[in-house]
């Protein structure tokens, strides 16, 4: 495996480091790296977790494309070598940990909650939703923030001003959910937020959660797109 | 609370008009005109017949609407591949007006060969 390395003090920047790597049938990139850690070089650092592809922590770019590396399996690389780099587009803190702190304001600016209006019910209220209506949001709410779609988005890494495919999907979650009151017109109709999107595609193509944000992307541009022409008319 | 005021979001409904138009419309056209009357499949159409139908001026405004929108989806999808492209994103508004005055002379030129 060649592995990025980002010392900071010591690398002025990002120079690849060679691992003998043993080829596992049932090995994802991960445990390769977890070999590396364990046995040959335990100054690597890398963000993992679940290991299971539910956490979102150890996106990476794996031979040029950005996948979770304990979805990968060595195997599909043949004998090597794999070339395992940070995501692109996030700065690199060290070695392959990027700063996701950008990512997390985008975020919290869509209010990617359920946003009430009115008398607060009691917490033993139910909230009945049809098999419809959990449909009509549903796929959004699987993704699990790896930012695999950030790093693929090239409208992302030639403008890190843009919103992102994460944070639409994630405010179209909650946007087409029956429950939610709010109105998240006035961050998701600006130049930074739909509009910056050209629609390349990348982002549905490499989500491992099978989300797709260009949809949800494409589809906001029609609400916030009607909405602009038509003043008096709602979502 | 609302948006700053942009011309992007009738820019893009424009973009995908013409994307629609497009789609339903111009395959056939070039199906006909470009290749089963070329092949003589089908029997290429009287002059007088289209000037007919060219009389109405309602075929008229449709193939000024369908002209139009085109030239919009062409000139936005221009301007937005070639900012990304070729790196000039920061020249947007002198692309914009050169892709969307291109559209609209277009649009022009149709109207008078049309009118």
């Not at chain 1, 009430?116 to 909230?127: K, M, V, Y």
């Not at chain 2, 405004?61 to 000039?88: D, K, N, Y």
Request: aromatic residues 8%; glycine residues 8%.
């Amino acid at each position: 495996m060649e592995v990025a390395r980002y010392r900071p003090g010591q690398d002025a920047e990002p120079v690849f480091q060679g691992y003998d790597v043993p080829l596992m049938a049932d090995w994802a990139v991960l445990d390769g790296l977890n070999h590396i850690k364990d046995q040959l070089d335990g100054s690597l650092s890398y963000r993992w977790s679940c290991r299971m592809g539910v956490c979102g922590s150890c996106g990476m770019t794996v031979n040029g494309e950005a996948r979770l590396t304990c979805g990968t399996f060595l195997s599909e690389y043949g004998d090597g070598p794999v070339r395992i780099e940070p995501l692109k587009g996030f700065p690199v803190i060290r070695d392959l940990v990027v700063d996701i702190d950008d990512f997390l304001a985008k975020l919290s600016s869509v209010r990617p909650w359920l946003i009430r209006e009115g008398e607060e019910l009691p917490l033993t209220a139910e909230h009945a939703q049809t098999p419809a209506q959990l449909e009509a949001y549903k796929q959004y709410s699987m993704c699990i923030n790896c930012l695999l779609c950030y790093s693929a988005c090239p409208v992302y890494v030639l403008d890190p001003d843009f919103l992102g495919p994460a944070a639409i999907a994630l405010a179209q979650r909650y946007n087409l959910d029956s429950r939610d009151m709010g109105d998240r017109f006035d961050v998701l109709g600006a130049d930074e937020a739909v509009w910056g999107c050209t629609f390349v595609g990348e982002c549905t193509r490499v989500c491992p959660k099978h989300v797709d944000p260009a949809e949800a992307i494409q589809r906001y541009k029609v609400t916030a797109a009607l909405r602009s022409v038509l003043p008096w008319s709602k979502r | 609370m609302r948006a700053r005021r942009s011309p992007e979001p009738y820019l893009w409904l424009l973009f995908s008009g013409g994307g629609v138009v497009a789609a339903l419309v111009l395959p056939v056209l070039v199906l006909l005109f470009g290749v089963l009357m070329p092949l003589g499949i089908v029997d290429w159409p009287a002059a007088d017949h289209l000037r007919g139908l060219l009389d109405h001026a309602l075929v008229r405004v449709a193939l000024v609407v369908v002209v139009v929108l085109c030239l919009f989806h062409a000139a936005h999808r221009i301007r937005h591949t070639s900012e990304e492209l070729l790196g000039i994103a920061r020249f947007d508004l002198p692309v914009a007006l050169l892709c969307y005055g291109a559209a609209i002379a277009g649009g022009v030129v149709a109207v008078r060969l049309l009118g």
